[in-house]
């Protein structure tokens, strides 16, 4: 009965205020949305995984796959690597570049070790990420967030 008594003037002013109001807290919780996800994707972790190593000549060759599929996009990844022999003594050191990475993309990279036979490496090491380049990435952020795991015969730690 009261909402009767109200000129209905001032009951469409009240009803656009209440839609406008609800409009603006829905836009305002998307954008928290959005915004929070994309700083998930930038935080999310970079998985390199040593897949596959293979005798080429006189070098081991490995199969590196980049997982960067909770991740920004990436111009440039390069990464200091040492391989050990069977006795944990550094054998050989490579810098490799593995970029670009697109976001949200698992890529595959394939590179050597001159010098050195598969058979005779015991172990790699991520030993530091030389350039990040792109999104919000510094190289300390990079090597942060970097995993490493391996599905070769050979550990491929960091």
Excluded: H
Excluded at 18 to 23: E, G, H, L, Y
Excluded at 114 to 119: S, T, V
């Amino acid at each position: 009965m009261l909402a009767l008594s109200v000129p209905l003037y001032r009951r469409r002013i009240g009803r656009i205020a209440f839609d406008t109001a609800a409009c603006v807290a829905l836009s305002a919780l998307l954008v928290a949305s959005a915004l929070a996800q994309d700083g998930s994707e930038k935080a999310g972790p970079l998985k390199l995984q040593l897949n596959k190593v293979e005798t080429a000549g006189e070098a081991c060759r490995v199969t590196m796959v980049i997982d960067n599929t909770r991740g920004a996009s990436l111009k440039s990844y390069k990464v200091d690597l040492f391989a050990f022999d069977t006795d944990g003594v550094a054998q050989k050191r490579v810098a490799v570049e593995l970029g670009p990475l697109p976001p949200r993309k698992t890529v595959v990279k394939i590179f050597d070790f001159p010098g050195i036979a598969c058979n005779k490496v015991g172990r790699v090491l991520l030993n530091d990420v030389l350039a990040c380049d792109g999104g919000d990435s510094a190289r300390e952020a990079c090597l942060e967030r970097t995993e490493t795991d391996s599905k070769a015969s050979i550990p491929f730690d960091r």
